[in-house]
């Protein structure tokens, strides 16, 4: 397996800067793992779904994990603080190379102490209660036009803080869309997983890369519910990685923990029958897992008719529907 494989070129002006107003009249391409393609708008979802279906959604919120601060000497850094572990947070610092360990970090009123350097390239930061009240939601560097409000980064059933991005997937739903799903008989379900570094890290070897753990819960009440259902409609990858995380050793059963799992082409899918995702970067994680499940040759064939029909890419941009 090549990371060329998982290539593509797109031009800028596809990159979505805002998102679709509202919510979900974004597009939205339908792919049939047959190869069929259909195009179609986002609010249109529900004449896809039916009775005995379960579409589950990740619950996680995104926090203001984007620190603006300085060093005594007035040098200007910043911090993407990536994960808690044990009261102590692991963080990206720009620029790097100005950053000494016991040299302090002050953000705002607060003083945010340096105290490891790891191989992984990450920090190991003493940051005090109440300093992410300084911070801003972290966007995505292709997106350059700022949004008025924050809160559209976000879905409309976060509730669970952790995420430095948003769980992009879910962003097309409107309480309206959700009403009109549920009169299909279809049935709504909630995992957790807090996303990290991988979301935006590039991949070196596509073989050989390894996942920064991510914190996932899947609880009884959604086991009972895929065990049920017809159909489980992931809403974004990071359903796919929960809910395959708890298959991973034979039925599926409740999880709560860390996962690394890698999903490429080659992996045996034992939980999810159809997907709700957005369109990728090139050569990361997010483009293999789809490729996983649909097929390389159709999500590239995809992918190149939506970008001659203009969809937009990206966080902010449209949505497939790959069944």
């Given at each position: 397996?090549?990371?060329?494989?998982?290539?593509?070129?797109?031009?800028?002006?596809?990159?979505?800067?805002?998102?679709?107003?509202?919510?979900?009249?974004?597009?939205?391409?339908?792919?049939?793992?047959?190869?069929?393609?259909?195009?179609?708008?986002?609010?249109?979802?529900?004449?896809?779904?039916?009775?005995?279906?379960?579409?589950?959604?990740?619950?996680?919120?995104?926090?203001?994990?984007?620190?603006?601060?300085?060093?005594?000497?007035?040098?200007?850094?910043?911090?993407?603080?990536?994960?808690?572990?044990?009261?102590?947070?692991?963080?990206?610092?720009?620029?790097?190379?100005?950053v000494r360990i016991g040299v302090?970090?002050?953000?705002?009123?607060?003083?945010?102490?340096?105290?490891?350097?790891?191989?992984?390239?990450?920090?190991?930061?003493?940051?005090?209660?109440?300093?992410?009240?300084?911070?801003?939601?972290?966007?995505?560097?292709?997106?350059?036009?700022?949004?008025?409000?924050?809160?559209?980064?976000?879905?409309?059933?976060?509730?669970?803080?952790?995420?430095?991005?948003?769980?992009?997937?879910?962003?097309h739903f409107t309480e309206n869309?959700?009403?009109?799903?549920?009169?299909?008989?279809?049935?709504?379900?909630?995992?957790?997983?807090?996303?990290?570094?991988?979301?935006f890290r590039p991949i070196k070897?596509?073989?050989?890369?390894?996942?920064?753990?991510?914190?996932?819960?899947?609880?009884?009440?959604?086991?009972?519910?895929?065990?049920?259902?017809?159909?489980?409609?992931?809403?974004?990858?990071?359903?796919?990685?929960?809910?395959?995380?708890?298959?991973?050793?034979?039925?599926?059963?409740?999880?709560?923990?860390?996962?690394?799992?890698?999903?490429?082409?080659?992996?045996?899918?034992?939980?999810?029958?159809?997907?709700?995702?957005?369109?990728?970067?090139?050569?990361?994680?997010?483009?293999?897992?789809?490729?996983?499940?649909?097929?390389?040759?159709?999500?590239?064939?995809?992918?190149?008719?939506?970008?001659?029909?203009?969809?937009?890419?990206?966080?902010?941009?449209?949505?497939?529907?790959?069944?």
């Open positions: 397996m090549r990371l060329e494989d998982f290539d593509y070129e797109l031009p800028k002006e596809l990159i979505a800067q805002k998102p679709a107003e509202p919510r979900d009249h974004s597009r939205l391409l339908v792919l049939h793992r047959d190869g069929g393609m259909e195009h179609r708008m986002f609010y249109e979802l529900p004449e896809y779904l039916g009775e005995g279906d379960v579409l589950v959604f990740n619950r996680s919120r995104v926090i203001p994990a984007r620190l603006r601060g300085y060093k005594e000497t007035g040098a200007k850094m910043e911090i993407l603080l990536i994960r808690e572990v044990g009261g102590k947070w692991e963080a990206l610092i720009r620029p790097s190379r100005k302090p970090i002050r953000v705002g009123e607060y003083k945010i102490e340096v105290l490891e350097r790891k191989e992984s390239g990450l920090f190991v930061l003493e940051v005090p209660d109440g300093a992410l009240k300084e911070g801003e939601i972290p966007l995505p560097p292709y997106i350059r036009t700022k949004i008025e409000n924050p809160e559209r980064y976000q879905t409309i059933f976060a509730d669970r803080d952790g995420s430095i991005a948003s769980p992009t997937a879910g962003l869309l959700i009403s009109r799903i549920k009169e299909k008989g279809v049935r709504i379900g909630f995992i957790t997983l807090h996303i990290s570094l991988d979301t070897n596509a073989e050989s890369h390894k996942l920064y753990k991510e914190y996932c819960e899947v609880d009884e009440e959604i086991i009972r519910l895929i065990k049920g259902a017809k159909r489980v409609i992931c809403v974004g990858t990071t359903v796919v990685r929960a809910l395959e995380t708890c298959a991973l050793e034979g039925e599926p059963r409740p999880f709560f923990g860390f996962t690394e799992l890698f999903i490429k082409p080659g992996f045996e899918f034992k939980v999810t029958d159809a997907l709700i995702t957005n369109f990728h970067l090139p050569r990361t994680t997010l483009l293999m897992l789809v490729c996983a499940f649909a097929g390389r040759e159709k999500i590239m064939r995809a992918y190149e008719e939506a970008k001659k029909l203009g969809y937009r890419f990206y966080s902010f941009g449209d949505a497939m529907l790959i069944l």
